[in-house]
């Protein structure tokens, strides 16, 4: 059956549906950011909690040392590839929210995304 061409016979519902949908696509990038970072954040605590273990049980000064030295150099490597892997989930987040932004324009103009 085809689509009513008058427009007083359209869905009224279509542009909320557009907005609804680009809205869920908009927070589903912001959650997978934040999810990122909590991942993040728990392994990261982890290894602060083993090292505080290990730094526990150096039997002296020189082994505490290597442990703190050991440890710093990991924490500096695993920030700076958090860095990077947020840096292309932001731009991505970006991107998700600019299209979003656009499809609930058309939406509310009642205009096609052409997706």
């Known amino acids: 059956m085809a689509k009513p061409t008058d427009p007083s016979q359209a869905d009224p519902t279509e542009p909320a549906k557009g907005v609804m949908q680009a ?10 950011q934040n ?5 993040f954040l728990k392994t990261r605590f982890e290894k602060d909690r083993a090292m505080l273990g290990e730094l526990a049980a ?8 290597a442990v703190l030295s050991g440890f710093w150099q990991r924490l ?7 860095a990077g892997r947020l840096s ?18 058309r939406s509310a103009l009642g205009r096609k995304t052409g997706k």
């Not at 150096?58 to 040392?65: E, F, K, L, M």
């Open 76 to 82: 500096a490597s695993d920030y700076m590839q958090e």
């Open 23 to 32: 809205q869920v696509r908009m927070m589903d990038a912001v959650l997978k």
């Open 58 to 65: 150096a039997p002296d000064a020189t082994a505490a040392g």
């Open 88 to 105: 292309s989930l932001m731009q991505a987040t970006a991107q998700e929210i600019g299209e979003g932004t656009q499809d609930e324009i």
């Open 35 to 39: 999810i990122e970072a909590l991942d």
